[in-house]
C-alpha cells in the first residue's frame, strides 16, 4: 500500500469562476481520485490547513507528496519547506507538477531558480517520450497531445537531471524538459510540466498514467531514520 | 594555437549534384574555411585518404577532431575507429556533426546505439539555447532559426549528456536534444545536430559561432599519455 | 521469478589448485547457489560452451547477467560481447564483477578504457556504503570488511556513475569506487570489485547480500523490443 | 586577472592558542597569500565584516570566492547566504573548504544536508587524484599526503558531483570524496576536504597548487546577468 498526500494551494479554485467549473473540488482532489486505487490509499491537505496540513506526522506516514502550488508559493511558511525538504531527504517521494516548479521545497532541493520562460496562449502541446524504458513512461506511446497548455520554454534552470522522461513542444515554436527526475540522499524527485490550473489537464488519460506511475516509481525502498552528521570514533577503539 | 582536423566521409558531394552545389569543396573545405584564424590552424581528412587521413601522427598533432559522416560509416576501418576513441580517451576533442551520431568512434564512446527518429521534408528547424551560460553558447540568442534541416526527434539513444546546450524544436511537430556534451576519460566530446547535406546549414553564422565555440570548449588542457592498467607496488616498497 | 544467467570465464579453477580448493565447481556454481531462492531462478553459462553459452535464445531469457572473467578477456567472441551490449541496451540488466571491469561488454557500454591500478598483496579491504538508501546497500552497515582482496586503485576509468553505493580502502594505503551503478538506454548496470579467485569472497554473507540486492534491482520493468532508428512520417500524414 | 575573495569566519584563530600560532593572521589571509599573483587579485572578508563583508558590490566585483567556515554557519544572516548563492547561479565561482560542506550557501545549493561522519584523531590523510586530465588536478602526482588531518568518512550527503576529481584515504580505516566538482545554473562549485584549523593543511604545497587551480577552473567565462523567470510573447507577435 503506497502512502499519497496531494497538496494543493487550493486559491485559484475559490476565486476564479472559470478554473472552479474544471475542478469544483480543487485540482487536489482531482488528482486523488484517478490516483486511489486497491494499492494507494491518498490523503489531501493545503494551505489552509494548520501548518499547511504537512504536520511532521502526515509527512512520516507518506510515502509520495504531491506539490501543486503557483500563486501562494511565499505563503508556505519556511519550516513547513524544510520540514518537506528534509522528509525528501530521508526517503519520501516527491512530485512536484507544473507551477510547482517554483515552490519552495522545489527550489531548497534543486539549489536553483527554477526559472523559465512562461506565456499563456492555450497552445496545444505535443509532450515527447524520451526515455521509453522509464518506469514512467509505462503505456505512453512515442508521444501525446494536450489540446491546450500554458507554454513553459528553455532556459529551464535546473540541475541536470538524473533522466529526462518526456520533453514538450508547443505549437507557438518553444521547447522544454516537461518530465525529469532527480535524487537528493534517500529520495525520489520527478517533475512534471503539464496542469495549468485553466485547462482540464489531470482529466487527460496520458498525464494520469504518467502520475500513477510516478507515484510508484517514487515510493521508497526504505525511510532513512535520520539526517545527521555523526562524531564517529576510530575503528577499534569503538 | 588550437590544432583542428576537420574528417568529412566526402560521398555525397561527389555523387549528388544538389549537394555538390551547395558544398563544391566538400563539407570539410566548408568548415574549414569559417575555422581557419589566427587562433585556429585546420587541416582537413577524408575516407579516401589512407588510414582515412587519421594515423597516430595526425591524431596526436590534432587538439579536436571534428567528425562528418552519413552513408559510409560501415566504410571505417576498426582500427581507426578505436584509435580515434583512444586519442578522445586521451584528451582529444570531437565534435560530431549531424548524422555523426551513428560514427563507429560516436557510438564506441557513448556505449549506447545513437539511434534516434528523422524525416526528410525540409522543415523549418528553431534551436533553442538551453544552457546560456555554457562556453558553446556564448553569442547566440535566446534561439535561432535555420529554414530547413532534416527532422532528428526522440528518444535520441545517449547516455545522460553533462549538458544540454541547445534543443531543437521541429515546424513538424518535433523535438530533440540538438547540442550536447559528454566528457570521457580525459577529452571533451560535443554533438551537435545541424548539418544535413541538402541544406547550406554550415554557412549559418548561427552555426559557425557554435562549432568555432565548440572547438575551443574541447581543447585540452593537457594530453595524458598512456591508457594503461598499472601494476603498482604497495606504498613504500616501491 | 528473475530469470539470473551467471557467466564465467572457468579458467584460474581448472589451472589453479588453489583457486579450485576455493571455488572446486567454478565461481560461477558458488554465485548460482546463493542466488537461487524462491524468487530467482538461474543459469550458469561459460567461455567452453558453444557462443559462450550466451546465444540470443538465452539473452532473451535471462533477465539479468553476471559477468566473471579475467585472463580469457579476449577469447570472447566480439559477436557475443556485441549480443551482450545490445541485450543491456534493450533492458537486460547486467552486474559486472571484479575484473570485469575490463570485459569487453562492460568496456563497450561505458565507452572508456576500464583501466585501473591494481596489485595483488592480499591486503584488508574494508567496503564502505557510500548511499545507504540505494537497494543494493540495504542490509549492509556502516561498512564491512574482507580479510584479503586483491587491491584496485583509483583513477578508475569510467564514466560518471549514477550513484557511487560503496567505495573501498585498502590496508595498504588506496582508495576505489567498488559498487558503482550505470544505466545505458533500458538496461541498469552494476560494477562491483571485489571477488578476486584467490580468496573466498563470494562466500561472504555481505557480498552474497549486495549481489542478491543487486539482481533484484537490475531486473527490468519490461524489455524493450527494438534498437531501431526509425524513419517517421510527418504528423498527420502518416 | 581573476578577481578573489577569501571568505572566512575567523574564530578559532582569535580563541584558540594553537589554531592563532598555525594561522596568526587568520586562515583567510594564509589562503590569500599564496594566491596573489599577476593574475590573481585577492581580498579578504570575515564575519565580523559588515555584511560579513560579503555585499551585492563585492560579490559583483569576485570572480571566485572562497568560503572557509565551522563553528559559526549560522551566524551567517540567511540574506547573505541568499545573495552568495545567487551570484553563484549569475556565475561566480565557489570554492568550499573543509567544514565548508555545512555552510548555508553550500546546502542551499546544494539541496542536501552535507552531512558526513568525522572525528578528529589527527589521522595521515593520503588523497588520491582520481581525474588526473582534470585542471584542477594539474601538477598533482598519483597521490599526495598530509600528515594530520581531521578525518571525513562517507557517507557525505551530497548530489552526485560532476566530476570526483580526488578521493581520501585516511590511517584509521575511512575513505571521503575530497575533491568534487559541481555546476549550478552558470556558476562552477568546488568543495575540497582538507583544511582543518589545527593543522597546517594550507600551507602544504599540494593543498595550495590544487586550490589555485580551481580558482582558474572556477572563474567564469561570462556573468549572466539576472535570476529572471520571464513572461514572453508568442513569436512573430513580439
Known amino acids: 500500500m503506497i502512502r499519497v498526500t496531494v497538496w494543493n494551494e487550493y486559491a485559484h479554485e475559490k476565486t476564479d469562476e472559470k ?18 486505487c486497491d494499492d494507494i ?15 511532521e506526522e502526515v509527512l512520516n506516514d507518506t ?3 504531491l506539490w501543486w502550488g503557483h500563486m501562494k508559493h511565499q505563503m508556505v511558511p519556511d519550516e513547513v519547506a524544510v520540514r518537506v525538504r528534509d522528509a525528501v531527504l530521508k526517503g519520501m517521494g516527491a512530485i512536484f507538477l507544473h507551477s510547482g516548479h517554483h515552490s519552495k521545497p522545489f527550489k531548497m ?18 509532450i515527447w517520450t524520451v526515455s521509453p524504458g522509464h518506469p514512467i513512461a509505462q503505456g505512453i506511446g512515442r508521444y501525446f497531445e494536450l489540446p491546450h497548455e500554458e507554454t513553459y520554454a528553455e532556459p529551464f534552470s535546473i540541475p541536470q537531471p538524473d533522466d529526462i522522461v ?9 521547447v522544454f524538459r ?20 485553466s485547462f482540464p489537464t489531470y482529466y487527460d488519460s496520458n498525464v494520469q498514467t504518467i502520475i500513477r506511475n510516478a507515484v510508484k516509481w517514487a515510493c521508497p525502498v526504505k525511510r532513512v531514520d535520520a539526517l545527521e552528521c555523526p562524531h564517529i570514533k576510530k575503528i577499534g577503539t569503538e
Chains 1, 2, 3, 4 share one sequence.
Request: proline share 2%; aromatic share 12%.
Open 63 to 65: 510515502d509520495v507528496l
Open 41 to 55: 490509499v491518498v490523503r489531501t491537505a493545503t494551505l489552509d490547513d494548520e501548518e499547511c496540513g504537512l504536520t
Open 109 to 126: 532541493l534543486m539549489g536553483t531558480s527554477g526559472n523559465l520562460s512562461w506565456r499563456e496562449d492555450g497552445d496545444m502541446e505535443r
Open 19 to 36: 478554473v472552479r467549473e474544471i475542478y469544483p473540488n480543487g485540482i487536489h482532489n482531482a488528482i486523488a481520485d484517478f490516483l486511489r
Open 166 to 174: 518526456f520533453m514538450g513542444w508547443y505549437e507557438g515554436g518553444e
Open 178 to 197: 516537461s518530465g525529469c527526475t532527480f535524487h537528493r540522499e534517500n529520495g525520489k524527485i520527478f517533475y512534471f510540466q503539464p496542469g495549468h490550473e
